[in-house]
């Protein structure tokens, strides 16, 4: 029987690291790779076609909720499952939005990833207890997120992704070059992101990207 294929996506090695040493310890698993970052988990995702992403939301150059849109879009088949830090309904919506398979809690049980791991791999999502009552109480009330007029709704794919990297310090060359287009095209997004948002500082587009959990500033 063909071991399910699996890449990690988290930009703290030590949390790679663990998860490939539980996870080479089950007969039916591998790890075929680790990522870093969003952009790096796209491309090692559409070389290596993994069965299974688990991925981090926080991570520089691309953030896992538009690392996970891209993956599911170029690779229909691999499964994304997050792993993270964050509760909040934002963005366990954000990520099943996304395409997201599966959204667990990094205090969660090892039992409970390759629980969700199998669970993916059959077709159905899997949500960790701990986020199953926010996704339950949003979809069932059918009632819009409360950032639904933030960024992830008001941005495109393009302008969200432009954004983080402003935030992150990135200068507008440094950022033309990364999505080898030109510094004309970046400054227009930069002034549409700035109109959409009505924010017409890069300090205040940067706190605008923290708050909304496009970035973060604990690196």
């Known amino acids: 029987m063909a071991k399910t294929r699996i890449l990690l996506a988290d930009d703290h090695k030590i949390v790679c690291e663990g998860l490939r040493n539980l996870l080479e310890k089950q007969p039916n698993m591998e790890v075929v790779g680790e990522a870093a970052d969003g952009r790096t988990a796209v ?24 690392a996970a849109r891209q993956i599911v879009q170029e ?10 830090m964050h509760s909040d309904k934002r963005f366990v919506a954000e990520m099943l939005k996304a395409g997201a398979s599966g959204y667990l809690l990094k ?23 701990n986020v199953a009552g926010v996704v339950v109480d949003e979809y069932v009330r059918r009632k819009p997120p409360h950032d639904s007029a933030g960024g992830f709704s008001i941005l495109t794919s393009k302008e969200r992704e432009v954004l983080q990297l402003l935030a992150e310090g990135r200068s507008t060359k440094e950022i033309a070059v990364r999505l080898k ?7 227009t997004h930069r002034q549409h992101i700035m109109d959409k948002l009505d924010i017409h500082s890069v300090a205040e587009l940067t706190k605008y990207a923290i708050r909304e959990g496009m970035t973060s500033l604990e690196k």
């Open 107 to 129: 205090d969660s049980a090892f039992e409970e990833l390759t629980a969700a791991v199998k669970t993916v791999l059959s077709g159905k999502v899997y949500l960790s207890p």
């Open 181 to 187: 287009v030109s510094v004309k095209t970046i400054e």
């Open 75 to 84: 690779s229909r088949n691999v499964k994304v499952i997050t792993l993270s």
């Open 43 to 66: 491309a090692m995702a559409k070389q290596l076609l993994p069965d299974v992403v688990i991925m981090d939301i926080a991570m520089p150059g691309l953030n896992g909720i538009e």
